[in-house]
């Protein structure tokens, strides 16, 4: 009873912060309550705004690291950092679409640009994943988050991971229909452009990813080690409620979770050892995926460089129950992985074998982004400096 007591304090306390507090253009507002060791953290959206028709770009959840929710190192699981940063943006973004009258809709994710993991989070510390809208076009939004470790005994905090996200708000009268988005309040004016650059860019990308997604996953029979073939894996998943919206669509941070798994599992194949996820290339959700499902997920390694493992990830989805829909591909992405000895140092990985030609031709195009990575990693060090 005193749990529950706290809880609706808590949720009060939330709810007089949001009617007073008007939104800033500084940033976004963090938990106000500090935890105590052993104290229980509840999961929470805080909105930081006013009630008016001008809603909040802000937002933050908070929530603490659970035994479940690690790896087999004991760290937390990439693919739930990713599944709490896909929250945090879902929640911000169908809020700000449904900030004015009209038709209800809901935010369903379209594309995650890359998203850097900096540094690991571990079982016991709390994560506060914040979220803000940062540019909106006529039928998408951007949404920046940043996540947050905070150790509760010493109360040290560090920054975990960055990403960019884009939503659209689909009907909830038909969720095929796309609808117009409110526009937001710039403080700049330089603000819209950069971000319309942004919107334009990844547009681009996005259509080329599709247009070069025919490749399927296919099983070899007794393959050689360090080959493509050896480590390449697969997942097949029936999409049930639980991985479901209210209105029968997948989560995007669902399946960015089972991509994330599937992407290890290719990497430990490989290297034999204990592997975690470093960054994650675009994720592009090329369709929805539907209550009912059947969803296949299906990794290959594609690049190695001498401390690196890039994997290509590739979600088909078979909608079992419709006699009328056949098989597509429903998203892509590329993760990259590294290899960490029992004390959590960097390990050699065994280099790639490829051995058809299209086995050659992707180790030449992911060997192109990882030299394109490092020169900006290198480039931003230097302005820094």
């Known amino acids: 009873m005193r749990l529950l007591t706290r809880a609706l304090c808590l949720c009060e306390l939330g709810r007089q912060a949001t009617s007073r507090r008007p939104v800033t253009a500084q940033g976004c507002l963090g938990p106000r309550n500090s935890k105590r060791p052993g104290q229980r953290c509840w999961a ?27 790896n087999v190192a004991g760290n937390v699981h990439g693919g739930t ?25 809901v935010a369903a994710l379209a594309r995650v640009e890359r998203t850097d993991f900096l540094s690991p989070m571990c079982i016991g510390e709390v994560a506060h994943v914040s979220a803000e809208i940062t540019y909106t076009s006529k039928h998408s939004v951007e949404v920046q988050v940043n996540v947050m470790s905070e150790n509760i005994l010493t109360g040290t905090k560090k920054l975990t991971n960055k990403a ?44 080329e990813t599709k247009w070069r997604n025919g490749d399927i996953v296919q099983p070899v029979l007794n393959p050689e080690p360090n080959t493509v073939s050896y480590s390449q894996s697969s997942l097949i998943h029936l999409v049930g409620p639980s991985d479901c919206t209210l209105h029968g669509f997948v989560h995007g941070g669902v399946t960015m979770k089972l991509m994330d798994e599937v992407a290890g599992i290719v990497a430990a194949r490989h290297c034999k050892t204990n592997i975690v996820t470093a960054s994650v290339d675009a994720i592009n959700f090329h369709d929805k995926i539907r209550k009912g499902c059947v969803i296949t ?36 992405a590329f993760f990259t992985f590294v290899s ?46």
């Not at 896909?86 to 809020?95: C, P, V």
């Not at 390990?347 to 990882?370: I, M």
């Open 164 to 207: 960019t996200l884009w939503y659209v708000p689909l009907s909830l009268k038909n969720v095929d229909k796309v609808l117009e988005v409110p526009p937001v309040v710039y403080s700049r004016q330089e603000q819209e452009e950069e971000g319309r650059k942004r919107y334009e860019a990844q547009k681009l990308e996005r259509m």
């Open 81 to 105: 950092v990713l599944k709490m940063i896909e929250e945090a943006g879902a929640i911000i973004s169908t809020r700000h679409c449904n900030s004015q009258n009209g038709e209800r809709c």
């Open 44 to 70: 929470s959206i805080k909105a930081v705004g006013t009630r008016s028709a001008l809603l909040s770009k802000f937002g933050v959840i908070t929530r603490i690291m659970r035994p479940d929710d690690a």
């Open 297 to 332: 997920i299906s990794g290959r390694m594609t690049f190695t460089s001498n401390k690196s493992m890039e994997i290509e990830v590739l979600v088909d989805a078979d909608p079992v129950v419709n006699n009328f829909v056949k098989r597509y591909r429903a998203a892509s």
């Open 340 to 385: 960490l000895s029992p004390e959590g140092k960097s390990l050699p990985v065994p280099q790639l074998v490829p051995e058809t030609e299209d086995e050659k031709k992707r180790f030449e195009e992911g060997k192109g982004r990882y030299l394109q990575m490092k020169a900006k990693r290198q480039g931003q060090a230097e302005t820094q400096a």
